[in-house]
């Protein structure tokens, strides 16, 4: 979604006969529902909280089957219409990502519960006793793209911190989201819980997503997660308070002390494991007294995994015979590729590995691999990602493998959320002071 796409009523939207008027009406709307709804919801027991987790995740898998016959009707619109294979991967719902989309719900209740705890507090020399609280936020608004898993991941971590969430998913999911929301409904239903806690305006198109980036006062802050286009719209766009989520130009840097094993498995897994992803290396670093060791094996690893290589002179030089390799440009530094191609550099040293990452990163996930002590405290202190690797795949910046659970995003702002966002990045706090008739001199 473009600033133009965002700022413009689509054709199909006018057609419809709604004006933009009525849409901002409709989306005002469904916010102060939201509000309404978010109420009992900041002072509702973890119990209840985490019955509705559990009752969500439920629904998800007893409705299965209607929910993949809906996205399927969106993996073969986008097919047909010429989204890449990586994007149609993350479109995707089969019967196990439905599953592993429940479970992470109920990991999700499992964890403690971030509403109402103490993040510092003291009795002042004058007897006041003061707590700083966590507390919700009240209405998180999502702007994402393909990503139907992100509908439920934004669902049960508003829930859990006490906020309530309206969606605005995309046009290519649309099928999916409106099938997954409308579960998500009636479970939280079944468990008295008000519906409107998650809602979505999917429906209002473009036109509606400008109309949630408006509605400052209604809409406590927004997430935008997707691509850079979509996040930099947002961010410019709106009037309601933004964290902004990251583009993912992560990079792997190979030291001159690496383990040459360990770096052929983790620069695999970092660009492989999966390529539609924000935590997906997509720069390869190498220091030049390694070169001759590590750059042939890891380069046949990635060749024979069917990567192309945008390699510079002195990389190219180690590409197997058959790899696919094209001269690297400056374009490709800067480049999220999402899919099977990373860019290849020999750097001199540690130093030129750090100006480079400081140069191209987009500040998401670095990570180094070296046995040199001093080598990671300086790449773990001289860079400014929200996420540092120290020998192990940019793949685990991602709150279920940190343990936080499901998360929203990735923010590499430098705001009270940085990294994977969790329950307690959906929170704010409170100032609670306490005294028995103290009045201030």
């Known amino acids: 979604m473009t600033a133009a796409e965002v700022s413009q009523v689509s054709g199909a939207e006018a057609s419809h006969g709604a004006s933009e008027a009525d849409v901002v009406a409709a989306v005002h709307a469904v916010a102060r529902a939201a509000k309404v709804a978010a109420r009992p919801l900041a002072t509702a027991t973890r119990a209840t909280k985490d019955r509705a987790l559990h009752a969500m ?14 996205n399927a009707i969106d993996c073969e619109r986008e097919s047909a219409a010429g989204m890449s294979p990586a994007l149609v991967d993350r479109l995707r719902l089969g019967a196990g990502r439905i599953h592993a989309i429940a479970d992470a719900l109920r990991e999700l209740a499992a964890l403690p519960d971030p509403v109402g705890e103490v993040i510092r507090g003291e009795r002042l020399p004058n007897g006041l006793t003061v707590r700083q609280v ?35 998913g995309g046009s290519a999911a649309l099928e999916s989201n409106t099938a997954i929301v409308a579960v998500l409904q009636d479970a939280l239903d079944g468990v008295g819980l008000p519906r409107d806690l998650v809602q979505s305006i999917d429906a209002h198109g473009r036109a509606g997503a400008r109309a949630l980036m408006q509605a400052r006062g209604l809409v406590d802050v927004l997430v935008p997660r997707g691509g850079a286009d979509l996040i930099q719209t947002v961010v410019r766009t709106s009037t309601v308070p933004v964290i ?3 583009v993912g130009n992560c990079h792997v840097y190979v030291d001159a002390s690496a383990d040459v094993e360990q770096a052929v498995a ?26 001759a060791t590590v750059m042939p094996p890891v380069l046949s690893a990635l ?21 696919s390799v094209v001269p690297a440009t400056e374009d490709d530094w800067y480049t999220e590729y999402l899919s099977l191609d990373i860019a290849v550099r020999v750097v001199a040293d540690l130093d030129e590995a750090l100006e480079h990452i400081r140069t191209y990163s987009s500040g998401h996930t670095e990570a180094i691999l070296t046995r040199d002590t ?23 910046t991602d709150g279920g493998q940190l343990g936080l659970g499901a998360e929203i995003g990735i923010s590499t702002q430098k705001l009270h959320a940085r990294g994977p966002m969790g329950l307690a990045e959906l929170t704010t706090s409170t100032w609670v002071v306490e005294g028995d008739g103290h009045v201030r001199a």
Not at 146 to 156: E, I, L, S
Not at 268 to 289: I, M, P, S, Y
């Open 244 to 246: 902004e989520t990251g």
């Open 374 to 396: 001093t080598a990671v405290r300086r790449f773990t202190t001289e860079l400014d990602s929200a996420a540092i690797m120290v020998n192990a795949s940019t793949r685990f």
């Open 303 to 323: 060749a024979d995994a069917g990567v192309t290589l945008h390699a510079d002179e002195a990389s190219a030089a180690y590409a197997p015979a058959g790899a």
């Open 134 to 168: 966590r507390v919700p936020m009240g209405v998180v608004g999502m702007i994402y793209e393909a990503r139907p898993n992100v509908t439920v991941d934004a669902a049960g971590l508003a829930l859990k911190s006490g906020n309530a969430v309206v969606l605005r």
């Open 266 to 291: 983790i620069v695999l897994n970092a660009k492989t494991q999966r390529t539609g992803v924000c935590n997906a290396a997509e720069t390869l670093l190498v220091h030049a007294d390694a070169a």
């Open 57 to 70: 995740a439920d629904a998800l898998v007893a409705h299965q089957a209607e929910i993949v016959r809906a």
